[in-house]
């Protein structure tokens, strides 16, 4: 495989058939109006930032252009990723399987309704940083009990990945799976009643609710 590096916006996206505006929101508007007069209808948009609708981008472009919404996240780095995405009505089946097929490499991949896409960035781009203070929580409380720093990281960590993997293997609902670690009268559901005593779910959804908001305002 050959990977050819350029330094010139210009330059990258004449030679290129999909481009990836991999960008901070702020920046979009200043790269667009770099590159858009070497994207033709031939070339396909890739954008990975939240709050810009189909309909802004295109409009970005002062032209009609092949659009595709995407919203990844993190794990991608360990090819562990989520990637939502929506097209616009000009996207071939072929074209959406071969950016399909991209995102792909990094983890998996679903198709929203582009009114979707706010809840995406709360659902799984923005996730991670909660997922990451609850391991954190966890290995704080376990250094707290006697269990070294790194150990307890570990066994966070783990812990969180296999509860994940038994969402995603055995098709069982989140509580009938939480319902089966609770014994009657045992530790676990000593730990839950104070969970739901301090609004740990109303917690985690109140904050994905203004994440969501955010995302609405990114590009006001």
Known sequence: MCVNVSENNIELS????????????NMYSKVIDEIKECVDKNKIIVSITPGYSLEELRAMFSKDVK???????????VGEGVTAYCIGNDITSEEENEIKKILECFGLVERVEEKEMDAVVATTGSSPAYVYMFIEAMADAAVLGGIPRE?????????VL???????????????LKDMVCSPGGTTIEAVATLEENGFRSSVIKAMRVC???????NS
């Not at 570990?154 to 812990?159: E, G, K, N, P, Y």
């Not at 969501?212 to 990114?218: A, G, I, L, Q, V």
């Open 162 to 176: 296999g509860s994940a993997k038994m969402v995603l293997e055995t098709g069982m609902h989140p509580g009938a």
């Open 67 to 77: 659009i595709v919404r995407t919203m990844p996240n993190t794990p991608a780095a």
């Open 212 to 218: 969501m908001e955010k995302s609405k305002k990114m």
């Open 151 to 159: 150990k307890a990281y570990r066994l966070a960590a783990q812990t």
């Open 14 to 25: 004449q030679s290129c058939d999909i481009i990836f505006l991999g960008v901070k929101p």
